[in-house]
């Protein structure tokens, strides 16, 4: 029986594995590994066998990484996916090697010879180990069956005829068709008889509510896969719930000893299929990435751009769409403001239910009614049109699609027609603002803000229709801000004011005047505008957007620290967020200033990363930004900054490494510096990871503490974010998917910058 998920899907099956006569053979326990037998992953050590040469134990590399092995028992004579166990969370470099010491200990070492694994076997020695016909390898205290320890008590994804899954064991589907890692289904005996099917929440690993269960409730249940293949929980000799309902076959209608297998193994019996599509969207995380819809067909879903979208990545569909059109910019000239511009792309029973921000309901309204409703919306990306006479405007980017006969509605997608392209924008002399979250010291955060230029002369810009944002003279801003007189604080460019909007009572805006207008004032104003009004991420603040909980710094380091689950759900946005910055959006961004206080909270604690104004835009074909002058701020610097060095991306994957820990600590890294310690927050982190004492990270914090295996993850990721040589640090991407838990965390070295150098 085999437990399997590929990146979005899950299909429960039991194989027709093509096992042997063998496997019957009961007591098989000869010794034939001897004490001080080894094997190297990555060299010609042989694999140990099974006598009838059926299963073999060691190391193999799955997933095509020819640099990382598993330490796996798998089908020796099977082609294909044929590993049935593996030490699937703890993936091994070359070099690495499995060895039953001459103490009698069970030991996996890295290629450093440093302990990395060893199975709990009691403190009576081991004297030999064996490969069984069965599939299970067994660690013996003698020729017989004293197990010391064995691979059928610690199942992967996988039972075999004549293993029992027992109380509190589980089985746990893998990331994908060749990623071994857990994935986000675990089946579940439960301590009170109940054999459950759950799906998990990553990177936390917390339980979402159980998709299944068998309902049983006698405490000494055990989910037993037997030798006439039929599979039932049994309480004592008892069945008490089958299953399957049916055999898998005779043995006698089997492979022979000697027949050669050349066919993937048929499935016999399909018991639990899942919808991914479904499920995914049940779970608030679609299967497939943004601008996108989700097509399953028996549980396997697929990815799919609408009319007027392409992949991403042609190679990796769920990534998502990108629109191959210019986004709307609300702006006069723009083609969505132009209904002759306009055409709408329908597809049936289909929706991206979470990006929702408006909805119409009438008898009146039809399916016309609503793409008109649609269409004098510039923001409106599509609209879903449902018989019930309602109609869902849909915002940039769209999330979450799916696309299913149970999905009501007719999804009308607003595009330009083809060959249309909007008028060239005329150059003028004006006044620009910005209505948008407030990006800047956190004394103000709880404003909406509006930036300005100003100066006493009037600015020619050019391209200005390309920033998506209304225009007002300075007399109109000055009118519908009751003068915005009270200063609020200074910035590198101008001052920031406090106003009050004359239109809506009680509501402020912060004001930012550019007073101090230098050549690079003017590039980093444009910046911000530019950045932030071509950026659409749910992790990124946009233009008209109202952050009610401040920033991260106010939630981190107040009297009272946020949960853990909380905290490493907004690690994970923000990883995402700057993930878009570097890969997804149009023009590469670099922000240059990560840190808590530029990362805001909405009503629903989302983070979003703000503050473009440090960014650096890269052109399409450029990989790098020249380094200029220092920017940022102190204790979140890569160490490029300070060398004659190019600056990349990397420089916010080391910011981002040290504000990790500071969520991880609920710590300051600045306010840290300046306490008692003579060492840095990261120095005092990494010593604490090395010397195996984690939990002084999490000190009075007992939600944490009891997911000290999410601690550790964690803290190794912001390890290697930190790493002094950029090279060594992950990407973005990377680093998202090692905090989704879709990715391996390999051991980090030492960051060889600490704070005293």
């Known amino acids: 029986m085999a437990f399997q ?125 064996a490969m069984l016909d069965s599939g299970n390898f067994v660690v013996m205290n003698g020729d017989s069956s004293n197990y010391k320890w064995e691979s059928f008590d610690m199942p992967t994804d996988t039972l075999l005829p004549r293993q029992r899954l027992r109380k509190e064991g589980n089985l746990k589907s893998r990331q994908s068709e060749s990623n071994y890692s857990d994935g986000r289904f675990q089946l579940r005996m439960q301590v009170d008889g109940n054999l459950v099917l759950w799906t998990i929440f990553l990177p936390t690993e917390s339980v979402n509510q159980a998709y299944w269960d068998s309902k049983t409730n006698s405490s000494d249940t ?89 992949q991403l990545d042609p190679l990796d569909p769920p990534r998502g769409c990108r629109p191959n059109f210019e986004l709307p910019t609300c702006q006069e000239n723009g083609w969505e403001t132009n209904a002759e511009f306009v055409e709408f792309k329908e597809l049936n029973n289909t929706n991206w239910p979470f990006t929702d921000y408006e909805l119409q309901t009438s008898p009146k309204i039809d399916k016309e009614r609503c793409k008109e409703f649609c269409l004098r919306d510039c923001f409106c990306a599509a609209a879903i049109y449902n018989e019930d006479n309602s109609c869902f405007k849909k915002k940039f980017p769209l999330s979450n699609g799916r696309q299913s006969t149970d999905v009501t509605g007719i999804a009308l997608l ?113 910046t911000e505008v530019r950045a932030i009004g071509r950026t659409h991420h749910k992790n990124l603040v946009t233009l008209l957007e ?83 002058h220092i920017r ?26 040290v504000m990790l820990l500071e969520i991880i600590c609920c710590m300051s890294c600045l306010v840290f510096g300046m306490g008692d310690q003579e060492e840095a927050l990261i120095d005092w982190v990494y010593d604490c990871y090395s010397e195996r004492e984690l939990n002084m990270l999490v000190e009075n914090d007992e939600e944490a503490k009891n997911d000290m295996g999410s601690v550790e993850r964690l803290v190794m990721v912001a390890i290697w974010c930190i790493q002094e040589d950029p090279s060594l640090r992950p990407s973005m991407r990377r680093v998202t998917q090692m905090l989704e838990g879709v990715a391996e965390v390999a051991v980090p070295p030492r960051p060889s910058v600490f704070s005293s150098s």
């Open 5 to 129: 998920t590929t990146r979005f899907h899950l299909i429960f099956l039991i194989l027709l594995s093509p096992l042997l006569s063998s496997f019957l053979v009961a007591g098989q326990s000869n010794c034939t590994i001897n004490l001080n037998s080894a094997i190297t992953a990555g060299s010609n050590s042989a694999p140990w066998l099974s006598p009838s040469g059926e299963f073999a134990f060691g190391f193999q590399s799955p997933s095509g990484n020819k640099d990382l092995f598993l330490l796996s028992i798998w089908f020796n004579k099977v082609p294909g996916d044929n590993i049935v166990w593996s030490k699937n969370n703890q993936p091994v470099e070359k070099g690495s090697k499995i060895q039953l010491t001459s103490a009698g200990e069970f030991v996996l070492y890295d290629a450093q010879d440093h302990e990395i694994w060893k199975p709990e076997t009691g403190s009576q020695r081991s004297t030999c180990a």
């Open 222 to 310: 055990q989910l037993v896969f037997d030798e006439a293949g039929f599979i039932y929980l049994a309480s004592g000799n008892r069945n008490i719930f089958n299953v399957t309902t049916s055999s898998m076959g005779p043995m006698e209608e089997r492979p022979k000893k000697d027949a050669v297998y050349s066919s993937p193994w048929p499935i016999v019996k399909q018991i639990i299929t899942v919808d991914m599509c479904t499920l995914a969207s049940e779970l608030g995380s679609g299967a497939c990435g943004y601008n996108s819809y989700c097509v399953s067909s028996d549980g396997r879903p697929s990815c799919h751009c609408p009319e007027g979208y392409s």
């Open 414 to 526: 607003k595009v330009p027609k083809k060959n249309v392209t909007s008028p060239k924008a005329k150059d003028r002399s004006t006044l620009v603002i910005v209505i948008s979250v407030f990006l800047g010291s956190s004394l103000f955060l709880n404003l909406i803000a509006i930036f300005i230029m100003y100066h006493k002369k009037l600015l020619s810009l050019r391209s200005a229709d390309t920033y998506g944002v209304r225009r007002y003279t300075y007399q109109e801003l000055h009118e519908a801000t009751d003068g915005f007189r009270q200063q609020l604080g200074r910035g590198s460019f101008g001052t920031v004011y406090k106003g009050a909007l004359t239109s809506i009572p009680g509501k402020y805006v912060a004001i930012k005047k550019l007073d101090k207008f230098e050549k690079d004032g003017e590039k980093e104003f444009t």
């Open 546 to 628: 109202y952050m009610s909980n401040g920033s991260l710094s106010g939630l981190l380091f107040s009297d009272s620290r946020p949960p853990w689950n909380q905290r490493m759900q907004i690690a994970l946005g923000i990883a995402r967020g700057l993930t878009y910055l570097h890969e997804e959006c149009s023009s590469q961004i670099i922000h240059c200033d990560i840190k808590p206080q530029n990362i805001l909270l909405d009503e629903s604690l989302t983070p979003k990363i703000s503050d473009f104004g440090l960014a650096k835009l890269l052109l399409s074909k450029q990989s790098r930004a020249a380094r200029t």
């Open 632 to 657: 940022g701020t102190v204790g979140y610097f890569a160490p490029e900054w300070f060398r004659k060095a190019s600056i990349t991306m990397k420089v916010d994957v080391y910011s981002f490494g």
